[in-house]
Every structure is written in structure tokens, then in C-alpha cells.
């Protein structure tokens, strides 16, 4: 008879790291987690709350002792790594394109979905509600509501501004799609169940969109950070590349732009799939969309995402739909959303398989709504097989202990891909039958 796996909690990383943000305008270090004689520290450096730099440093602790412990209570350990985060972030600029608190009189719905499984979830919402902007909705859509987890859970929060809305339909993108048809904003921002978005969030988002007057900006994303670096899996995701984040705002385009427009960032480097791909611009941790772009540009897939067989891309499907409708895409670095990775190689298997599904899937819905994408594909082969050929930071990691399985899980979620995205695409016909 096999025994029921074990629930052990994960070994704590020897290569672990402190998480902090260094405000310089009151020379204040805020331990997010971790303790400054971890051996390597993640500092955000800010200035006035605007992002200067993201320093990782090694050694952070600045002892000799084996163990990264010099007996003390870690005070000159802080001393240490706010030093030299300091110099590190010397020199850098936090100027933006645009003022702060222009977006105060925008009304704002905060989506976040789930199925109320994950502890997280109340401190996600909690979050949400902590935001400095005022004129804020926060709509939970529970994606499993005949468990009654997700009420359970919230059930201590009393806040008007929040409702919890049913979806019984599995799928991220359904229940997306539920948060957009119950949200009341003029702008509709997401984050998930795992993150805890830093309380000026929302403004600096709506910020950005307050700076264009003429709606080019269709969409905004943010700078999801990793909240934990405790477990060897949530510093292998990061080796591997992470969320995308950006030190700078960065703008995402398809073509010209007014120059009020081009003033709002820097130029995107979207990689050799893009705009086929785009999973630069940003992540659905942390995205944000003026309604009436949604509306131009329609549903999430429902075909794509958590909680269907293709597993991801609703996100980056959504990106490249904004691009297509002539719209800007601006990420801004001081957004900033905390997100929990995966503390199980297990789990973080499922992620990176589904990233390598999601993706595959994102292209061949390209391909079938376009042919002509097919040949665009062909030509950037080359420059495809040069970032997941050996020794690549996609594929080894920036540290020699990533494991190789972690790569041949995506490519094997990537070839599957395609057909996951045709039985999906079967399984919405046969649900839109039933419907008539």
C-alpha cells in the first residue's frame, strides 16, 4: 500500500535573500522579508516612492561569519546593505513624464479572482482596499463558489467597497470577464491572489493614464516584484527570467506615436516574438485597462488561462489585442505588486509548464487568425532557438543550481500547446451550442 505524500515544508535556501525597500527621502529600510545577514539581499530603491533602482547585492550581510551571522542584532547588516543599495541606485533618476495625483478623480474597479484556495487571498484583498486612491471598487470573483471557501475566508473584512461576485464556470479568463461585466470603473485594474499590491499601486497607475489626455494609452502594467526569496524555487523563477519588471517607464507600441504620447517612456524591447508575443509588456499580477478599450477590443479568451488546458497567455493575448487596436501599452516601475512565488519545485513545474503551454497556444491563435503569422514565425526561428539554446539565461539560469528539468518541462507544455488550444477552442463551440 503507497502512502499519502508528505506535506514537508520546503528546505529554506542556503542562497536565500533579504527583500527590502530603501526609501531615500527618509533614509528608512523597509525589511519586506528575510533579515539583513541573509547572504544576498533584493533592495528597491526609492525616492519619494518613485523607483530609482532594483540592486541585488551578494553578501549582503557584510560578515565573515560562516553562517552569515555576526552575533549581533543586525543592525550594521542593515547599515550595510542600505549603504550599498544607496550607491548602487547613485546617479539614477526618478523623474516621470507625469505628475502625481493626476489620476486622483478616476473612478477604479480592482479585480482579483480565484477559487479560494490559496491563504493568500486575504491579505491580496486587504491590500486592494489599503490603496491610497479613493474612488475604488475591489470585485472578488470566486471561480469556485459552491465550495464557499472564498466567502469564509473574506468573511472578516467589512468594507463596502468590496463585493465578491460568483462564477461557477472555471476559467481565469471567464472569471475575468465576470470582474469586467460587474466592475463599475472607468478604468479596471487586476492583480491576483497570491500578490499584495504596495498602497500607492492604483494611483501611480492611474497616473499615467491622467498624462494622456487623447486615450492612447490603452493599458497600463506594473512591476511585480517577488515578495519571498526564502525557498530555492522562488529563486530559481527569478533566475529564469521572473515576471517582467522595469526600473524605468517603458512604452509598448505597434507604430508612430503622438509626441505626448512618446514622452511617457522609453521604447520596449519586446524580444524576437513580439508583437506575436508579449510577454514583455507585462503580467496579469499587475495590469490595468481603460474600459472602453476592453470594450473595443472584446473578452479575455476563454480559450486561454488558468483553469482551462492551455493553461496561460490570457494576459499577453490581451496586450497584443490593445497594441492591434492602435493603442499604447506604458509599464510603469513604481506600480509595484509583491507576489508570492511557488515555494514547491512541483508547483513551480506546473507554472513553467503552463507558461510554455500558455505561449504556444497565444501563437497558434495567432496563426489561425492570421496565416501570414506563420511566415513572420519561420523568419524568427533563428533568433527563437538562440534563447533556449544551452547556457542561455532561459535555459541555465542565472545560477548553476536552476535545475535543466525546469526547461524541459516548458518545451514539453510548448509543443503541447497548439493541440490544447484546438480542444479548447472545440470545447467553447460545443458550450456555445448548448447556450442557443
Known sequence: MSRAPSKRVPALDPLRSMVACLELSTDTLEVVSGAPTDPRALVLVRDEGRVLALVELEGAHGTDGPDGSDGSD???????????????????????????????????????????????????????????????????????????????????????????????????????????????????????????????WLSETLDVLAADPGRNVGAVTGNPLPARLRHPTQRYFEARGGFPRTEVPVLWTLGPVPASVARLGAPGDGGPLYPLATARVGAGVSMAFRREVLDLIGPFDERLGAGTRTAGGEDLDAFARVLRSGHAIVQTPDAVVWHTHRPTLGGLRTQVKGNGTGMAALLTKAVLSDPRALVDLAGRSRAVARRLSPGSQRVAGRDPDVPGSLTRTEVLGFVSGPALFLVEGARARRARGRNR
Do not use: K, Y
Not at 471557501?149 to 464556470?169: H, K, S
Open 74 to 200: 543586525g543592525t550594521d547588516s542593515a547599515d550595510s546593505v542600505a549603504e550599498r543599495a544607496r550607491q548602487a541606485a547613485r546617479g539614477r533618476s526618478a523623474e516621470r513624464a507625469w505628475h502625481r495625483g493626476a489620476g486622483a478623480g478616476t473612478d477604479a474597479s480592482v479585480v482579483i479572482c480565484t477559487v479560494g484556495r490559496n491563504p493568500l487571498l486575504t491579505a491580496a484583498v486587504e491590500a486592494a482596499l489599503a490603496q491610497d486612491h479613493e474612488r475604488l471598487e475591489v470585485v472578488v470573483v470566486d471561480n469556485a463558489p459552491g465550495r464557499g471557501r472564498t466567502r469564509q475566508m473574506l468573511a472578516g473584512i467589512d468594507d463596502p467597497r468590496l463585493r465578491v461576485v460568483p462564477e461557477p464556470v472555471a476559467g481565469l479568463s471567464r472569471a475575468r470577464n465576470t470582474g469586467v461585466a460587474a466592475a463599475c470603473g472607468e478604468v479596471i485594474a487586476f492583480t491576483d491572489d497570491d500578490a499584495v499590491t504596495d498602497p500607492r
